[in-house]
C-alpha cells in the first residue's frame, strides 16, 4: 500500500496519538485501584505499549521527513546537472566543477581568437 508524503505523516501522528492514549487508559486503570499491587499491571501494559506506540509514530514521522528532503534534493541536485549541461540519469562520470571551468575557458579563448 502506497500512501502520499501527507497520508504516511498522518498516519505516524495517528500512531504517536494512539500510544498518548494507551498511557492515559493505563494511567486512568491504575488510578481506580487503591493498592499498588492492583496498579503496576496497569502501569507496566499501559506505559511501555504507549510509549512503544509514541516511539513507532516518531520514527514513521522522522523516516518520511527524511525521504521528504532526500527526494527535494535529488530534484535540485537534478536541475543543477541540467544547468551545468550534464544528461540527467546518465550512468557516467559527472564532470567536476574544475572540468567545467576548464572547458569554459577553452571555448571562451577559441572564440576570442
Known amino acids: 500500500m502506497q500512501l502520499g508524503s501527507k497520508g504516511a505523516t498522518y498516519v505516524?501522528?495517528?500512531?504517536?496519538?494512539l500510544g498518548?492514549?494507551?498511557i492515559f487508559l493505563g494511567w486512568n486503570g491504575a488510578a481506580s485501584k487503591g493498592f499498588t499491587?492492583?496498579?503496576?499491571?496497569?502501569?507496566?501494559?499501559?506505559?511501555?505499549?504507549?510509549?512503544?506506540?509514541?516511539?513507532?509514530?516518531?520514527?514513521?514521522?522522522l523516516a518520511?521527513?527524511?525521504?521528504?528532503?532526500t527526494a527535494r534534493l535529488g530534484a535540485k541536485l537534478d536541475r543543477l546537472l541540467e544547468h551545468l549541461g550534464a544528461e540527467v540519469g546518465s550512468q557516467e562520470d559527472f564532470p567536476t566543477v574544475t572540468d567545467r571551468i576548464g572547458n569554459f575557458r577553452r571555448s571562451r579563448a577559441k572564440r576570442a581568437s
Open 37 to 61: 499491587d492492583q496498579q503496576i499491571p496497569y502501569i507496566i501494559s499501559g506505559g511501555f505499549a504507549g510509549l512503544g506506540f509514541v516511539f513507532t509514530g516518531l520514527a514513521l514521522g
Open 20 to 22: 498518548f492514549l494507551v
Open 64 to 69: 518520511e521527513a527524511r525521504k521528504r528532503d
Open 12 to 17: 505516524a501522528v495517528g500512531i504517536a496519538a
